[in-house]
């Protein structure tokens, strides 16, 4: 049974910083593409950021590029979000999902945690 668990989120004011952390398991992680999205109130889900499976590759939204990094241990089956000079605009809850590198969908999802920007 595959399981994505995110961890890490939180309020923070705005400026500040979070890590989070997306553990998974029940899938061979090294084989997997890993991506943060997020969603807002009343907003559909959006792309945030995706890692390639061998660590080499990542990809941002515009929104955050230069603010967001995403890595990942693939030692630990645990890919990385770090979020710097966060915004208001960044609340939202945060999922990891795991897509295999031969597959153009996400094929799992974590459950989310929430990441509140105070202004």
């Known amino acids: 049974q595959v399981q994505l668990v995110e961890s890490g989120g939180g309020l923070v004011q705005a400026g500040g910083s979070l890590r989070l952390t997306c553990a998974a398991s029940g899938l061979t992680f090294s084989s997997y593409n890993m991506g943060w999205f997020r969603q807002a109130p009343g907003k559909e889900r959006e792309f945030v950021a995706v890692i390639r499976w061998s660590g080499v590759s990542t990809s941002y939204a515009d929104s955050v590029k230069g603010r967001f990094t995403i890595s990942r241990d693939n030692a630990k089956n645990t890919v990385y979000l770090q979020m710097n000079s966060l915004k208001p605009e960044d609340t939202a809850v945060y999922y990891c999902?795991?897509?295999?590198?031969?597959?153009?969908?996400?094929?799992?999802w974590g459950q989310g945690t929430q990441v509140t920007v105070s202004s």
């Open positions: 999902a795991a897509k295999d590198r031969l597959s153009n969908v996400y094929n799992y």
